[in-house]
Nanobody, 118 residues
Framework: QVQLVESGGGLVQAGGSLRLSCAAS????????MGWFRQAPGKEREFVAA????????YYAGSVKGRFTISRDNAKNTVYLQMNSLKPEDTAVYYC???????????WGQGTLVTVSS
């Protein structure tokens, strides 16, 4: 079965940076568009960024465009999210998944918690 394992979250001050990683297994990784999603406390999960199977093009939610960069390494079955200029409103659990429309295709992993302090 498909497994998605996110890592790299943590506590960071506003203006700081983090790099998230997601290791995928159980799928032909290089054939799927991959994305990052996040869920803040008390809110629904939302789309953050996506990257096509080849690495380009990429897509971003308006709230993170210009601050976050999504990338992938098909040789390592891994997708990354570089997050710069973090804001308190970026605090959430971050998840990766293969992308279907604006949602994930497979069962969600455990996610990785990002906390941005003001």
């Amino acid at each position: 079965q498909v497994q998605l394992v996110e890592s790299g979250g943590g506590l960071v001050q506003a203006g700081g940076s983090l790099r998230l990683s997601c290791a995928a297994s159980g799928l032909t990784f290089s054939t799927y568009a991959m994305g990052w999603f996040r869920q803040a406390p008390g809110k629904e999960r939302e789309f953050v960024a996506a990257v096509s199977w080849s690495g380009a093009p990429t897509y971003y939610a308006g709230s993170v465009k210009g601050r976050f960069t999504i990338s992938r390494d098909n040789a390592k079955n891994t997708v990354y999210l570089q997050m710069n200029s973090l804001k308190p409103e970026d605090t959430a659990v971050y998840y990766c998944n293969a992308v279907r429309g604006a949602d994930g295709l497979f069962a969600w992993g455990q996610g990785t918690l990002v906390t941005v302090s003001s």
